[in-house]
């Protein structure tokens, strides 16, 4: 079993910054890709960035620039420094794990509880 922790959202002005952190644990044997997931109210949830546990990036358009994502390995942790945040940037974020468990099974996702992210004009 793992589990994702999110922490790190808020209530922020327009122009501001925060920094959301995800910490997986449980039975784990290794993460590849860790990502940032967003869904807005009435929308579908969409990508926001991923990283390789080799430290490849990947990022949506609409955060490139702003949003920086980054990992430590060693405690199976995610991070996602968000900086000139706008209203649109509204959302609750999920985090991304894709985990080995056993030397014998297959990667499998998890997801994290969520963390609200509002942003204020």
């Known amino acids: 079993q793992v589990q994702l922790v999110e922490s790190g959202g808020g209530l922020v002005q327009e122009g501001g910054s925060l920094r959301l952190s995800c910490a997986a644990s449980?039975?784990?044997?290794?993460?590849?890709?860790m990502g940032w997931y967003r869904q807005a109210p009435g929308k579908e949830r969409e990508l926001v960035a991923t990283?390789?546990?080799?430290?490849?990036?990947n990022y949506a358009d609409f955060v490139k620039g702003r949003f920086t994502i980054s990992r430590d390995n060693a405690k199976n942790t995610v991070y996602l420094q968000m900086n000139s945040l706008k209203p649109d940037d509204t959302a609750v974020y999920y985090c991304?794990?894709?985990?080995?468990?056993?030397?014998?099974?297959?990667?499998?996702?998890?997801w994290g509880q969520g963390t609200q992210v509002t942003v204020s004009s």
């Open positions: 990283i390789t546990s080799g430290g490849s990036t």
């Open positions: 991304y794990a894709n985990v080995q468990v056993f030397w014998y099974s297959d990667y499998v996702g998890s």
């Open positions: 449980g039975t784990i044997l290794t993460i590849n890709s």
